[in-house]
């Protein structure tokens, strides 16, 4: 894992008072994660302005705030935003994920699921969970990135909750082909969130596309 | 001839009945004149093979028509260039002073095939039809002196010609008008039964719904608001992820869609499981509403059959149950898991669940297949209607 043992800081903002403060105690069960700033509303926020590794941004929260305007505030300020929600909704997913999220992730009881998709984005990554991959092989949008057929069968197959290689069974091919079809869907929605500007920036998006290779999880 | 319901086909038959009786009877007349001997003709002999073939024509035509409920327009030309040659060849193969008598047996069957052109043929091709048969009447009948002797008659005949097929294309006109008005009143009263059957079965799935959640959500809500419940206690923990669950599943099976019966089946089934300690992530996507009970229960049943599996054997307490619709109605459900899996190069599904999840959705119409490899997971795929997954 190229974070090691490092403990990644995050940010929690959800209008659940009572989900915020369970979710720095279920975090503690864990070395490796540590809740370092929990409010209910983005501006909030954004006006203690944290230092941290991940945002774990809720997907509506009660202000009636737009959930991808959220992303972006976010965002422009240089955070790495994570969205939680209880329902997948698709729509609203999508769009965050266009503001610049870089993954998506259900709330439920999986704490060993949330600690990989945070150490994901955490290291520049996109955390592709198979939930935020169903929603994305419902992706209509003509502005959605190109995915090729075979990059589309992987990322449907790895929807439905597969391991990997029984993805890589069913397509026909290698686990480590099906490994890379994924990553590279990984990375075509990680570029939607940060467009490269410089050559530096190439420079820097390739060696973290390197990291992101690298940081896959097995399965 | 189209006939689609049973007022119209009803319609048709008695039409094609009375054509047919018609004709029969037109042929009648000349037996009484054969009774009397054969002096009216120059060939008697072709005469009574023209008699027996016309006979046996009609009976041939009106049977057909009968049984298809009408005739295309095609038989109905037929049948008038038919008659045509016949009433040319009668009128010309009578002796003198016999083509307007009885023995010219030829005019009844002709008014006949007018009758037949009038009801079955477009009104103008009906006229053409009908001057076609003046002309073979006129035209075997008037090489003989006897159509200046007798101009009266012929005329007189003509007109029968000409106004038989039209009273006869008014009379089916009237008939077909009624036979459609009796059609569209059927139907609309058949698509009122089919709305009320529709909201009646919404009716009855909200109530199921509704008492789901009476007997999960509601009762561990009331619990906790009674008080006295440590909300961290593991079993009340469990029992709330539950519900999480099923509630989860329900809002996805349907609020982004309209509610659809299978949507709350499965998230039903995965409820069950949750109890069984097997945490099912539900996707659902577009999944056709008014799918048939079968084919519901048929997958709920794979379905449930697949988590067993899942809780028994794969110890895993992970599985998902992914269900996406398409325009056309079709449905492809996925179960899987990321546990131990097993060997089925047999192709005999190690647990007999192959035979009893294809065995239903092939009854049901549709299809399944289980996809495993020893430490590499397993999935279920089920498809309905009927493809290759």
Known sequence: MANGERVMRVGVIDDDAMLREGMAEWFSARSDLRVVASTGSVGEFLGEGPELDVVLLDLNLRDFSVPADNVRRLCAKGYKVLIVSTIPDAEHVIATIAAGAQGYVIKNRDLAALAGAISDVASGGFALSPELAFVLTRDARSERPSLTPREREVLGFYASGMTLEAVARRVGIAPGTARTHLARVKQKYADVGRPAYTKLDLADRHREDRLDLDGLPPS | MLVSSQPTLHNERVIALTLGAFRIVQHLPFLAVSIGGWTAYSRPALMAWLFVGSVAWSVFLFTSAYRRGGLTPPWAL?????????????????????????DNWSVGPVVGAGAVAAVYLRPRVAIFAVMLLVTAYVMGVQPNEAIS???????????????FPFAAGVAAATLRRFARQAEHAQRSEFELRLERETERRLVDERIRQFRLLHDTVLSTLSAIARGGLDHRA???????????????????????????????????????????????????DSLPDGLPPEAVEAISHAVREALNNVVKHAGTPDAWVTATGDETG??????????AGFDNSSGSGGFGINQSIRGRMRAAGGDGRIHTWEGQGTEVELAWPTVNV
């Not at chain 2, 669950?245 to 996805?252: E, H, Y």
């Open chain 2, 234 to 284: 593991p079993e009340v923990q469990k029992r709330c992820a539950d519900d999480a669950d099923l509630l989860r599943g329900l809002i996805t099976g349907m609020a982004y869609d309209t509610p659809t019966s299978l949507g709350a089946a499965l998230a039903e089934v995965s409820r069950a499981h949750a109890e069984l300690g097997l945490e099912v992530r539900q996707q659902y």
């Open chain 2, 330 to 339: 079709s449905v492809r459900v996925i179960v899987a898991d990321r546990g």
């Open chain 2, 78 to 102: 037929v049948d008038v260039g038919f008659a045509a040659v016949m009433t040319f060849t009668v009128g010309r193969l009578c002796l003198p002073g016999h083509e307007l008598a009885w």
């Open chain 2, 149 to 163: 002797a007798d101009v009266a008659q012929t005329v007189g005949n003509v007109a029968g010609l000409l106004l």
